[in-house]
């Protein structure tokens, strides 16, 4: 079936440093891809998508490119900031229902 | 986005007593809506899809008489844990799909139950 692997976690980083957060997936057609983020204490939130091969999601300075050559869709940012200290999760979209990766923690010190 | 609202936030309740959860979906009709449940430091775990006016259909392994589900109207959908058990402590998720682009779902906060 399908399935999503995120990179395990914690990624932890220095403020201002270059993030990247690797999710492949595996797929029989070519479904939408996702990226979602969870804050401490709080539900998920739709940080970006991408819904066919080449797209590339871009939200609050985070990017991702859907390869379908490489079933990837990792996750970027160039400057992280202590608020984007969250779990990240890498997800694809199969007949309506989101298949998710395990999660990724990121820490952002000062 | 979509903007969904789950009630309560957090609810603590004796073994073996039952206990709703709301899903609200507040600014358009929701046809769709999705229950997860999240175990700490784990993923989402997709528990059923409900549809507006008709039976949720639930996930393998996932006791349809203990998770009782009900979307009698297109902006609400409950979820009700019945004859609750410590192990049924978790996080609880809705989501809602659809809104201004339908291929997207867009998550409640959560409901935090503990059961004693």
């Known amino acids: 079936g399908n399935s999503v692997t995120q990179m395990e976690g914690p990624v932890t980083l220095s403020e201002e440093a270059f993030l990247t957060i690797n999710c492949t997936y595996t797929a029989t057609g070519y479904p939408s891809l996702f990226w979602y983020v969870q804050y401490p204490g709080e539900g998920l939130q739709l940080l970006l998508k991408?819904?066919?091969?080449?797209d590339k999601g871009s939200n609050k300075g985070f990017e991702a490119t859907y390869r379908k050559e490489t079933t990837s869709f990792h996750l970027e940012k160039g400057s992280v900031q202590v608020s984007d200290s969250a779990v990240y999760f890498c997800a694809l979209r199969e007949v309506g229902k989101l298949i998710f990766g395990q999660g990724t923690t990121l820490q952002v010190k000062p | 986005g979509a903007v969904v609202s789950q009630h309560p936030s957090r609810v603590i309740c004796k073994s073996g007593t039952s206990v709703k959860i709301e899903c609200r979906s507040l600014?358009?009709?929701?046809?769709?809506m999705f229950w997860y449940r999240q175990f700490p430091k784990q993923s989402l775990m997709l528990m059923a899809t409900s549809n507006e006016g008709s039976k949720a259909t639930y996930e393998q392994g996932v006791e349809k008489d203990k998770f009782l589900i009900n979307h009698a109207s297109l902006t609400l959908s409950t979820l009700t844990v019945t004859s609750a058990h410590p192990e049924d402590s978790s996080f609880y998720i809705c989501s809602v799909l659809g809104g201004e682009a339908t291929d997207t779902q867009y998550f409640g906060p959560g409901t935090r139950l503990t059961v004693l």
């Open positions: 991408a819904t066919k091969a080449d």
């Open positions: 600014d358009f009709q929701a046809t769709t």
